[in-house]
């Protein structure tokens, strides 16, 4: 059954442009419609779900999401919303980020079904590797003009900008190469309808009037407008870079804390884009934020569902402990639960020491853990003050005077989290 497709982006604010009678033409039937990403990387990061989710919603309502993967684009490079011409790829890396980014895409997409709106991948590469220079000038180069391509946004603000050094002939005809996808993909698998970020714009009307003028046919295009912050930040990063999907970049951890904190303005505006909740839940949750939003109720539900939807329920649950930790909300049994890249992301700047295996083989008296040998407290004198105030935790349980750490206390086998009072953390890390 087909539903409004346009109508449950709008309403979810991810519409920024729309060809005049793409609703109605995606309502008379189910179509193909493609997104391209980049492969300039083995994994998606969050400022591709926009994208992902425009392919999923689109496949939820009834049609056919096509992926395409840019591996001929992304050797050229795309000037659209750049001050500098991206590093090109080999045929090997485009390849191996291509396996990596179909793996990520099947956690959102049906293409392994029987159903006929299917997802597929394709890739770029496929159809031009063997599309000679002459060919490409020949059968494409002349149905647009010069004119036309210079009058894009993306080309005039390269070329206008004092900061720039110009624009290579490679990237200025990446709108052609891109806008051929468009016809390609129209004549062999009837795609009438490309998506894509409000930078795109110019690339995906290019290819609807490839197609206009070669094949006398009808495109249509969908933007959907980049993801800002409230505060001015950009979206999608944090102090070490960008948010990846893959837990190996981004550890879940890390990822739940991104959503955790977010703004209230920022919230509002992100649950509706990156989860499947419905308008009513929504709205509902929304009111009930507005209520009570020193329980960040919108924050903890988009943290929650988005986490579940790029990971695991289970990674949600173990983002969730760790959570708790710095909130002295956990036992010793829930840090030993750790892996060792979550425990490091949680105490991350928390200062480190290093003791030797030898040193707990026979139990390490917690005086010397605190002092002499950890140098997490200044003197043995500090230490035994601390012990008597019982502000000393190992592993957030209190000690007192004559405990002895043991191999029994390690986390991973290798950290002691020591602690003063509810704030002042130490790691003593076995080597």
Same mark, same amino acid.
Request: charged letters at 25%; one cysteine or more.
């Given at each position: ?11 979810? =604010? ?27 990387? +083995? ?66 997409? +049906?293409?392994?079904? #029987? ?10 590469? +496929? ?26 946004? %993306? ?18 005809? &990446?709108?052609?190469?891109? =806008? ?50 409230? #505060? ?31 703004? #209230?303005? #920022? ?60 909130? =002295?909300? %956990?036992?010793?049994?829930?840090? @030993? ?21 030898? +040193? ?13 040998? =950890?140098?997490?407290?200044? %003197? ?17 349980? @209190? ?22 009072? @509810?704030?002042? &953390? ?6």
């Amino acid at each position: 059954m087909i539903k409004n497709f346009v109508e449950e982006l709008t309403w979810r =604010g991810m519409i920024q442009d729309c060809m005049p009678g793409t609703e109605e033409h995606l309502l008379e039937a189910m179509r193909l419609a493609y997104v391209g990403i980049d492969p300039t990387a +083995d994994s998606l990061h969050i400022g591709h779900l926009v994208g992902v989710m425009g392919l999923k919603h689109l496949q939820l309502s009834g049609h056919k999401p096509v992926a395409l993967v840019g591996g001929a684009t992304g050797m050229i490079g795309d000037p659209s919303g750049k001050s500098d011409e991206r590093n090109l790829l080999n045929e090997e890396t485009l390849i191996h980020n291509q396996n990596g980014i179909k793996a990520q895409l099947s956690r959102f997409l +049906d293409f392994d079904s #029987d159903a006929e709106n299917a997802a597929i991948m394709v890739n770029n590469y +496929d159809w031009m590797k063997s599309f000679t220079f002459l060919e490409f000038i020949r059968d494409v180069g002349k149905h647009i003009t010069v004119n036309y391509m210079m009058s894009k946004d %993306s080309v005039k603000k390269r070329l206008s900008s004092e900061s720039s050094v110009g624009m290579s002939f490679t990237e200025f005809t &990446y709108q052609l190469v891109q =806008g051929y996808d468009f016809l390609h993909l129209y004549r062999e698998k009837q795609c009438t309808l490309q998506m894509g970020g409000s930078d795109q714009w110019g690339n995906i009307t290019t290819g609807a009037e490839l197609i206009r003028r070669v094949d006398s046919g009808k495109g249509y295009g969908i933007t959907w407008p980049l993801i800002t912050k409230a #505060d001015g930040t950009k979206f999608g990063k944090s102090e070490g870079g960008n948010i990846w999907l893959d837990p190996e970049r981004t550890s879940p951890y890390k990822f739940y804390q991104y959503w955790l904190n977010t703004s #209230d303005i #920022d919230a509002e505006k992100y649950i509706k884009i990156f989860t499947f909740l419905s308008r009513e839940e929504i709205e509902a949750l929304i009111e009930a934020h507005k209520e009570t939003p020193h329980l960040r109720i919108l924050q903890k539900r988009l943290a929650e569902e988005i986490t579940t939807m790029v990971h695991s329920k289970e990674d949600l649950d173990n983002a969730i402990t760790a959570s708790a930790i710095l909130f =002295g909300k %956990s036992t010793s049994d829930d840090l @030993k639960g750790l892996n060792e890249q979550t425990f490091l992301d949680v105490f991350d700047g928390v200062p480190q020491t290093e003791i030797k295996a030898s +040193d707990i083989e026979e139990g390490l008296d917690i005086i010397a853990a605190l002092a002499e040998k =950890g140098g997490f407290l200044k %003197s043995n004198g500090e230490a035994r003050r601390a012990l008597k105030e019982n502000s000393i935790s190992v592993n957030q349980e @209190k000690v007192q005077e004559g405990y002895k750490i043991t191999a029994q206390d390690l986390i991973n086998k290798k950290f002691v989290l020591l602690q003063r009072g @509810k704030k002042n &953390y130490f790691v003593l890390r076995i080597s």
